[in-house]
């Protein structure tokens, strides 16, 4: 008897955890949690809010089913991203809004059924303190971490907007980006939160020791300096804000953009300078194509006495380029870089067939379909690596790591905000650029054609700015900085490894739980065994 109880002992599961709070009352926080969130992002920017925000989130998810915790997550995304997203009602109306907010609110949702799960299983295996105060909190955040990955790839190349590792951008946190990138920063914010969780739950809070995981992760986020890089001279960058008619829907005349950028840069004129920096969107027409244009930006080549980099529509091969050119006095020199990422439904629309019938008056508002570039995002100018990004490219890894792998030693962003003016989508981009920075441990110029403009340091800080709204210019010795920090260097691998490692671990439990229920059931009672 003893044997087969023994047995028994050993085969038998801990019972699943019960939900921590009723639906009735997880399903309005999730609510609450979605727009504490909002206010770590700018323009509040007050980033300690991220860490009571996702805290509730996981909160109302443990314990929960499939179906419920589907519903809270989704909850949590609408009330987040609804905010968040505001900013694309801005012109084109509360469809393309609505879609967007919605597409991500469901991928939130779908995500937050592995989360629960893990909640379920976990505590199942794994029911003591290494089970339930580390691994627990390790696989709920890189859940977390695999959704963000999963929002920010697809569809049609994702939308990596809103990501916990950015609402860190302005607090201690930020410079563990440098090691880990903004996945792995997002990855120990939300470990932090969930092992606090764990650790409230536990109903310990007397047993000191029990809190050593989560303030370990704590003192690595707030002690772990900035990877350093190497300094490598500096360079002078002229950086031109024209404040034109750049919008889609704004009234202009003809190279009304280009004029008004030509205006802005006139007190450069006669200046001692590197390169001049216009912002995508700066020019009206081809210069490629159009000799007039060409001709202007010769001109103003000449009259700085350096290079101007621009960005402007180019056609080559009956295809259409958002693309980034270095241009002389004689005209273009070098490489062009062309958008990698182009935004769906805003610079090219996919399988228009389909979607035409759902919205056709704001479909065919978008007659052009830029096409994505493949060449490497870098411009060599006499010898000095510059890593570009255009618009939103900013807010994909690839990007600014393969500028980085390829030997940028200075970051120029080139951007057009003038259809979000009004809201707080500069703001947010600008975000990503500063963290972008302190990532890479380089310099950016985040240049846009209406603002919010600035010059910012490898170690995040600002240099230089100009206020949205206004046209005027900056000339700034911009540091530049040579070697890799880990983060460009592991941050693939980091991504893996914290994504697709946790559904892997995810599953594991799954199956654990599956084969020992499946033991427990046909392990004989004393009764059953005739003892």
Same mark, same amino acid.
């Given at each position: 008897?003893?044997g087969?109880?023994?047995? +028994?002992? /050993?085969l038998r599961?801990?019972? !699943? &955890?019960?939900?921590v709070l #009723? $639906?009735?009352?997880?399903?309005p %926080?999730?609510?609450v949690?979605?727009?504490?969130?909002?206010?770590a992002?700018p323009?509040?920017a007050?980033?300690?809010?991220?860490?009571?925000?996702v805290?509730?989130?996981?909160v109302?998810?443990?314990g929960?089913?499939?179906?419920?915790?589907?519903?809270?997550?989704?909850l949590?995304g609408a009330?987040f991203?609804?905010?968040?997203?505001?900013?694309?009602?801005?012109?084109?109306?509360?469809?393309?809004?609505?879609?967007?907010?919605?597409?991500e609110?469901?991928?939130?949702?779908?995500?937050?059924?592995?989360?629960a799960? +893990?909640? /379920?299983?976990m505590?199942?295996? !794994? &029911?003591?303190t290494l089970? #339930? $105060?580390?691994?627990?909190p390790a %696989?709920?955040?890189?859940?977390?971490t695999?959704?963000?990955?999963?929002?920010?790839?697809?569809?049609?190349g994702?939308?990596?907007?809103?990501?916990?590792g950015?609402?860190?951008?302005?607090?201690?946190?930020?410079?563990v980006?440098?090691?880990?990138g903004?996945?792995?920063?997002s990855?120990?914010?939300?470990?932090?939160?969930?092992?606090?969780?764990?650790?409230v739950?536990?109903?310990?809070?007397?047993?000191?020791?029990?809190?050593?995981?989560?303030?370990?992760?704590?003192?690595?986020?707030?002690s772990?300096?900035?990877?350093?890089?190497?300094?490598?001279?500096?360079?002078?960058?002229?950086?031109?804000?024209?404040?034109?008619p750049a919008?889609?829907?704004?009234?202009?005349?003809?190279?009304?953009?280009?004029?008004?950028?030509?205006?802005?840069?006139v007190?450069?004129?006669?200046?001692?300078?590197?390169?001049?920096?216009?912002p995508?969107?700066?020019?009206?027409?081809?210069?490629?194509?159009n000799p007039?244009?060409?001709?202007?930006?010769?001109?103003?080549?000449?009259?700085?006495?350096?290079?101007?980099?621009?960005?402007?529509?180019?056609?080559?091969?009956?295809?259409?380029?958002n693309?980034?050119?270095?241009?002389?006095?004689?005209?273009?020199?070098?490489?062009?870089?062309?958008?990698?990422?182009?935004?769906?439904?805003?610079?090219?629309?996919?399988?228009?067939?389909?979607?035409?019938?759902?919205?056709?008056?704001?479909?065919?508002?978008?007659?052009?379909e830029?096409?994505?570039?493949?060449?490497p995002?870098?411009?060599?100018l006499?010898?000095?690596?510059?890593?570009?990004?255009?618009?939103?490219?900013?807010?994909?890894?690839?990007?600014?790591?393969?500028?980085?792998?390829?030997?940028?030693?200075?970051?120029?962003?080139?951007?057009?905000n003038?259809?979000?003016?009004?809201?707080?989508?500069?703001?947010?981009?600008l975000?990503?650029?500063?963290?972008?920075?302190?990532?890479?441990?380089?310099?950016?110029v985040?240049?846009?054609?209406?603002g919010?403009?600035?010059?910012i340091?490898?170690?995040?800080?600002?240099?230089?700015?100009?206020?949205?709204d206004?046209?005027?210019?900056?000339?700034?010795?911009v540091?530049?900085?040579?070697?890799?920090?880990?983060?460009?260097?592991?941050?693939?691998?980091?991504?893996?490894?914290?994504?697709?490692?946790?559904?892997?671990?995810?599953?594991?439990?799954?199956?654990?739980?599956?084969?020992?229920s499946?033991s427990?059931r046909?392990?004989?009672?004393?009764?059953?065994?005739?003892v």
């Amino acid at each position: 008897m003893s044997g087969v109880s023994a047995r +028994a002992g /050993r085969l038998r599961l801990a019972a !699943a &955890p019960p939900p921590v709070l #009723r $639906l009735a009352f997880a399903a309005p %926080l999730s609510v609450v949690a979605g727009l504490l969130l909002v206010t770590a992002f700018p323009a509040l920017a007050w980033w300690p809010m991220a860490l009571p925000a996702v805290g509730l989130s996981l909160v109302v998810l443990a314990g929960r089913g499939v179906w419920s915790s589907m519903l809270v997550g989704f909850l949590f995304g609408a009330a987040f991203f609804s905010v968040n997203l505001l900013f694309t009602a801005r012109y084109l109306g509360w469809i393309p809004w609505m879609a967007l907010s919605m597409l991500e609110a469901l991928l939130t949702a779908l995500f937050a059924a592995p989360i629960a799960l +893990a909640y /379920r299983w976990m505590p199942r295996i !794994a &029911p003591g303190t290494l089970g #339930r $105060l580390v691994l627990l909190p390790a %696989l709920v955040a890189g859940l977390w971490t695999l959704r963000e990955q999963i929002v920010g790839s697809w569809p049609y190349g994702g939308f990596p907007w809103g990501r916990i590792g950015v609402s860190q951008v302005n607090g201690p946190f930020a410079e563990v980006a440098s090691w880990v990138g903004m996945s792995g920063l997002s990855f120990l914010v939300v470990m932090l939160c969930a092992m606090a969780i764990e650790y409230v739950r536990s109903g310990r809070l007397r047993r000191l020791t029990r809190a050593v995981p989560a303030a370990i992760v704590l003192v690595v986020l707030l002690s772990l300096p900035q990877f350093p890089t190497t300094a490598a001279g500096s360079l002078r960058v002229g950086a031109v804000q024209g404040n034109g008619p750049a919008g889609y829907f704004d009234h202009r005349t003809r190279n009304a953009v280009l004029n008004a950028q030509l205006t802005a840069s006139v007190p450069l004129f006669g200046q001692k300078m590197d390169v001049l920096l216009w912002p995508e969107g700066g020019v009206d027409s081809d210069p490629t194509s159009n000799p007039a244009t060409a001709a202007a930006l010769d001109e103003l080549s000449r009259r700085v006495n350096a290079p101007v980099l621009l960005s402007a529509v180019t056609e080559r091969d009956s295809q259409l380029f958002n693309s980034s050119l270095l241009w002389t006095q004689d005209g273009q020199r070098g490489g062009t870089y062309d958008k990698r990422h182009p935004v769906p439904f805003g610079e090219y629309v996919p399988d228009r067939a389909f979607w035409e019938p759902f919205a056709p008056d704001l479909i065919g508002l978008i007659g052009r379909e830029y096409t994505p570039g493949t060449a490497p995002p870098l411009i060599d100018l006499n010898g000095v690596g510059i890593g570009l990004a255009i618009c939103f490219d900013v807010i994909y890894d690839d990007v600014v790591w393969d500028g980085a792998a390829e030997g940028a030693q200075v970051y120029m962003f080139q951007t057009n905000n003038a259809d979000f003016r009004g809201t707080d989508e500069n703001l947010q981009q600008l975000a990503f650029a500063r963290m972008r920075a302190i990532e890479t441990g380089r310099s950016v110029v985040n240049l846009s054609t209406v603002g919010t403009s600035e010059v910012i340091a490898p170690d995040g800080a600002t240099l230089d700015q100009l206020p949205i709204d206004v046209a005027g210019h900056m000339l700034t010795d911009v540091p530049l900085r040579e070697g890799l920090t880990p983060a460009v260097v592991i941050g693939p691998a980091v991504k893996i490894v914290l994504g697709w490692g946790a559904i892997a671990a995810l599953l594991a439990a799954g199956l654990v739980v599956a084969i020992r229920s499946r033991s427990t059931r046909k392990t004989p009672t004393p009764e059953r065994a005739g003892v």
